[in-house]
């Protein structure tokens, strides 16, 4: 089985790497980009039958900083 | 006094935060970050700067959860002084030990000079050999150091007197200009700057030897 984290700066967190890729788009001609949020995904080859409260606990522990980061877990 | 210094992978201040101790008047021990305890004795432990793991996932949050690191929460835990500079201070908020995290700098820009600070407290044993509103000019180094906490989590940290340094002119867009804070029982520092790289008239600036000295001063009293 398969797990994919999406981790991403919570809102209200000021994500300077995506403002700086707004920026590039509206230097391309791309008008009306409002706003851009920068995360990341990372995906996980699993034993069968992993929870999800397993992958939430790798989550809390590691792969998220919950201070800054939001994250959500996709099981497959 | 005895002090330990971590040393991880991608640590690359090890040697100099262990000079620094040294010249101060403390014996030194490296601690490789595989190690299951720290040596019997050890009143303060060091975290040096460098890119630990490569900054891989987050800076400092492999290097958290190496072993060596549950015996820092530990020392920490029983009250002992744990000092993390630059990607030690990354490592302290990853471990819980300090609040808030360091985002990638406002300007994107890695940034490496010497910046004017402004210390914010005397009331701890890294900084009672400054006057609170003393100009200091410490070296920083650092892509990811600024300093991000909730309103009410700075807030604390400004009620409690616990914000060591502030920059005196913001290079990296951190929150309320905070380079450095402590703990709540005051033992445990994070800073971004390097006192530890102007600590010897060789490095072009000695303002950051008062740290090292009154920490030896404290603990060699104590």
């Known amino acids: 089985m398969k797990a994919r984290v999406h981790v991403m700066l919570k809102d209200g967190v000021l994500d300077p790497q ?7 788009l509206g230097g391309l001609g791309f008008d009306g980009v409002d706003k851009v949020r920068q995360g990341k995904i990372i995906e996980l080859d699993l034993a069968e039958g992993t929870s999800e409260d397993t992958v939430r606990e790798m989550c809390e522990k590691l792969l998220a900083n919950t201070v800054i980061e939001s994250y959500r877990i996709e099981l497959s | 006094m005895r002090a ?10 090890d040697r100099d935060l262990a000079v620094a101790f040294r010249e101060a008047g403390c014996q030194v021990e490296m601690v490789w970050h595989k190690d299951t305890a720290l040596p019997s004795g050890i009143d303060i432990v060091g975290i040096p700067g460098g890119f630990s793991f490569g900054d891989y996932l987050r800076c400092g949050a492999i290097a958290a959860n190496s072993p060596i690191c549950a015996e820092v929460k530990a020392h920490a835990n029983r009250g002992g002084y744990v000092f993390g500079v630059c990607n030690g201070f990354q490592v ?24 004017p600070l402004i210390v914010g407290t005397s009331d701890s044993i890294y900084t009672s050999g400054y006057s609170v509103g003393q100009e200091i000019g410490i070296p920083i180094a650092h892509h990811d150091g600024n300093y991000t906490a909730s309103d009410a989590v700075v807030a604390e940290l400004s009620d409690q007197d616990r914000i060591a340094f502030r920059y005196g002119a ?53």
């Not at chain 2, 302290?92 to 910046?115: D, S």
């Open chain 2, 92 to 115: 302290l908020t990853e471990t819980g030990l300090l609040p808030g995290a360091l985002l990638r700098n406002a300007g994107l820009k890695y940034i490496c000079r010497t910046v």
């Open chain 2, 4 to 13: 330990a210094v971590v040393v991880f992978p991608g640590s690359n201040c």
């Open chain 2, 170 to 222: 913001n290079p990296n867009g951190s929150t309320a200009d905070i380079a450095g804070i402590l703990s709540e029982n005051r033992r445990v520092l994070g800073m971004m700057p390097h006192p530890e790289r102007a600590a010897d008239e060789g490095h072009g600036g000695t303002d950051g030897r008062a740290v090292f000295a009154s920490i030896a001063g404290a603990l060699a009293a104590a």
């Open chain 1, 18 to 24: 995506g403002e700086a890729v707004r920026h590039a």
